[in-house]
C-alpha cells in the first residue's frame, strides 16, 4: 500500500475517532454492568448506528494498552471470544499496518466466521492516552479467505487514557 495514502487515510480516521470520543450528543445507554456501559446513536456517515463501550480498568494505560491491542500473538486472541485471530498483512510503519481480524461463527454457525483487512494507525497522546484507530481497506496481499465472509469496518478504534489517582 502506498505509504503516503496509508498516512493520510489512517490520519483521518483517527481524526473521526477523536471526534467521536469527544461528542457526547445524543449517544443512548443500551447496557450497563459490571462497571461497563455501552451506548449507541444513529451515524450520519452511513445507514446504521455509532456503539460505543466504555469502562474503567484498573492499571496503567501501558498494561490495559497490552490486553486490547491489535498485535500477532497479543492478549486479545486470548480473552476476546469475538476474536479467534490477528495477523499482520502489511508494515508500512512502525505504527501502521494492514492487518486481518477473524472472527468465529455465532447464533449456532448460522453467522459465517468473518474477516476483517483493515488498516490500523497506532497513536499515543501527551496526557498518556494510546489509541488504535481502523477503517476497511482492499489489500492485493489479502484476499477473501475461503470459509469466511469478507467483513467492513467502518472508522472504529480503542482508546486506553489515564485517569487521575
Not at 459490571?34 to 484498573?58: A, C, H, Q
Not at 486470548?78 to 485471530?85: A, R
Request: charge should be negative.
Amino acid at each position: 500500500m502506498d505509504p503516503a495514502l496509508a498516512a493520510q487515510m489512517s490520519e483521518a480516521v483517527a481524526e473521526k475517532m477523536l471526534q467521536y470520543r469527544r461528542d457526547t450528543a445524543g449517544w443512548k445507554i443500551c447496557r450497563e454492568g459490571n462497571g461497563v456501559s455501552v451506548s449507541w446513536r444513529p451515524s450520519v456517515e452511513f445507514p446504521g448506528n455509532l456503539y460505543r463501550g466504555e469502562g474503567i480498568v484498573f492499571g496503567t494505560p501501558e498494561e490495559v494498552w497490552d490486553c486490547v491491542k491489535p498485535a500477532v500473538g497479543g492478549l486479545r486472541v486470548k480473552w476476546d471470544e469475538n476474536v479467534n485471530g490477528f495477523e499482520i498483512i502489511e508494515s508500512i510503519t512502525d505504527t501502521l499496518c494492514v492487518s486481518r481480524t477473524s472472527t468465529p461463527s455465532a447464533a449456532m454457525k448460522l453467522i459465517s466466521p468473518r474477516d476483517f483487512v483493515d488498516l490500523v494507525l497506532i497513536k499515543r497522546y501527551e496526557d498518556g492516552t494510546i489509541s488504535s484507530n481502523a477503517s476497511h481497506v482492499e489489500h492485493p496481499l489479502c484476499p477473501p479467505k475461503p470459509g469466511f465472509v469478507r467483513g467492513f469496518n467502518h472508522p472504529c478504534g480503542c482508546f486506553c487514557e489515564p485517569l487521575p489517582g
